[in-house]
């Protein structure tokens, strides 16, 4: 009997690349239930981690067996209750306690469900898996502390662990030929000289005994040449060059009118949260702005856009004369990537929205990026839907729009708003 003993050692975080392999390879599970937990939690709970079930038919490792083999004839006995083409029923209670069933027995085998846990770094990974800010380009390329190294050529000074061993040999090679060039010369010279007279003048002994005392001297200067100096030494240059960096604005847009339900002003603000989280994790440089509105608009903080009370009329075009206002004063289109979400449940004073629809197309979307339009009613569009179409049809690849009915929406309709777009 042989034995196979593994002696390598285990590193630190073994368990956590067996961890990320097992969530690669049940990353549809995950994910869908993933798009069910951020249907079904409330404002406070959005970030928290999720516990994930996985089927246990679907967690059967593959295993090697073997075979039959050969050729093999079998004689199957026949039964009394069945005959070709009779239609079996299906068993009552789930198939007869194979792990699940509602009813006890003394009979059958399974398993339960595989239930484990994530944390909130992967819940929010496979959440925002990718999404990305559309048409996000580099607009603000200084006054960047954005770094990235990169190769510069090489020194003669530098850390010894990045010694270029074969720049250093080249830099000694050349300095031994510069220094010790003549004299190798002069040493072949003399050498010809010296077999010269031993072979026609074997008795001028004087002559000889020179070029002897010559070539001595010769190869001792040759050698005093030291084969590798500092001088010689070359280390590879790395220095850090300025990356860079994209500078976005998000403006984040909620009507909190009273024609907005406390149901409605909810899922408005779960969509908000989860655009939130997705500009904190993925982008470093982005600002954004905060503004309610309803006959008036007005920009707040994250605590007061959330969790403020105030409500009134509705006048769409006071948040977007507002939002250019701020963009004229603080962000300029040429320095800033800018984004706009707006959250409304349609209802506007009718007069408003054709005012709506030219703000948008003559004086905002020329600067946007990207303006994205959430309705969240269940009932027929309003006034306001259709004058966004308009500018849907002016700006196909700048502006989006989308309904959402319930609290199961909110994820599908994010991932539609920011899916990650193909360059082409």
Known sequence: MSYVIDRRLNGKNKSTVNRQRFLRRYKAHIKKAVEEAVGRRSITDIEHGEQI????????????????????????????????????????????GAGGGSEA????????????????????????????????????LTGTDNFRTVRAGFSQQGNPSRINVVRSMRAAHARRIALSGASRARLREAQRELEMLRREQPDNLIDIQALEKEIEQLRARIDRVPFLDTFDLRYNLLVKQPDPCSRAVMFCLMDVSGSMTQATKDIAKRFYILLYLFLQRNYERIEVVFIRHHTSAKEVDEEEFFYSRETGGTIVSSALRLMQQIITDRYSPNEWNIYCAQASDGDNWNDDSPICRELLARQLMPAMQYYCYVEITPREHQALWYEYEKVAELFPDSFAQQQIVDAGDIYPVFRKLFQKRMVT
């Open 105 to 140: 027995g003394n009979t059958g085998e399974g398993e339960d469900d595989f239930v484990f846990q994530i944390t909130q770094e992967e819940f929010l990974d496979f959440m925002f898996e990718d999404l990305a800010l559309p048409n996000l380009i580099k607009r603000h």
């Open 53 to 96: 079930s996985i089927p246990a038919r679907d967690i059967d490792e593959p295993i090697f067996h073997h075979g039959p083999g050969g050729r093999q004839t079998r004689v199957f006995p026949g039964n009394r209750d069945f005959a070709a083409g009779d239609r079996i029923p299906r068993p009552e209670g789930g198939g007869g």
